[in-house]
């Protein structure tokens, strides 16, 4: 029971980010088989928010090397209109229902802009658009491109060049959409320990949080590579089947006396 509570995805297991850049580690093998869902646009097509209706527009806008804008937008209506003088493309978007799903209900793809008119199309690379293009690039792989990587992707499939630090940006958003971030997994630990009180009588747990104390994702070993940093401290045992037991762990600041005094304290 203790070990199916010991869900990865809450102790971070298998995604660990790293920051530092290995060649041939096969990113790019992940790359080349991880595409893009896609950017269509077409009437009836329902996007799950406004956000993302707008996202879609700025990459299927990458795509095509224009670059539109929206002269009317309210929390119920999206219009966007490429930015070429006269230019006939348009799309209208609307609120679906409650669930803030976003469809096109009119759709007039053609353009009749100038190579001119065109050429700002790098401005719609926000940072949210690159995470956007990028978080599929993270699913289902511990390491996802870096931003330099981030920013060759962008050059080599969009003609569009943008500056490190948004590649960097664009990144963590990706990952965080794609992997969860580390300050939400650290808001179920609470929920995790009820968990495991509930399911193993007798577990003794407890929850301490300070303010200069980092939140972390706990991976196995001890020091933690994520962007709060920090260690884990562990107790394990063996079971009559000879099987690691985790009887305790704690995650603490660093390995330091006031760390270890009050983890065997609890322990
Ligand atoms: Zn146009």
């Not at 289902?140 to 080599?156: D, F, S």
């Not at 747990?205 to 001890?222: A, E, I, N």
Request: hydrophobic share 40%.
């Amino acid at each position: 029971m203790l070990n199916d509570l010991y869900t990865p995805a809450l102790f971070g297991k298998d995604a660990p980010p790293v920051f530092n850049d290995r060649r041939g580690t096969g990113v790019d093998t992940a790359l080349a088989d991880i595409q893009y869902e896609g950017d269509d646009i077409y009437v009836g097509h329902v996007f799950k928010s406004k956000t993302d209706c707008k996202i879609k527009l700025a990459i299927h806008a990458m795509n095509m090397k224009f670059h539109f804008s929206t002269p009317r937008s309210s929390p119920s209506m999206l219009l966007s209109q490429c930015v070429g003088i006269g230019c006939p493309w348009r799309v209208y978007a609307v609120l679906l229902d409650a669930s803030g799903k976003f469809q096109v209900r009119q759709a007039k793809l053609i353009h009749s802009c100038t190579v001119d008119e065109r050429c700002n199309y790098h401005k719609l690379a926000t940072t949210q658009v690159i995470g956007e293009i990028m978080q599929s690039r993270f699913v289902g792989i511990k390491r996802g491109p870096t931003a330099a990587t981030i920013r060759k992707i962008l050059l080599n499939e969009f003609h569009v060049n943008v500056s490190y630090w948004k590649a960097w940006r664009a990144r963590e958003l990706a990952m965080d959409h794609a992997m969860g971030t580390m300050v939400g997994s650290s808001s179920l630990i609470p929920a995790y320990l009820a968990l495991l009180q509930s399911s193993n009588e007798g577990t003794t747990c407890f929850l301490q949080r300070y303010q200069s104390m980092r939140k972390v994702v706990v991976v196995d070993g001890t020091s933690l590579k994520g962007k709060f940093g920090g260690c884990l401290l562990t107790a394990s045992a063996q079971n009559g089947n000879f099987q690691v037991f985790p009887l305790a762990f704690a995650v603490v600041d660093s390995e330091n006396d006031d760390a270890w005094e009050c983890f065997f304290q609890k322990l």
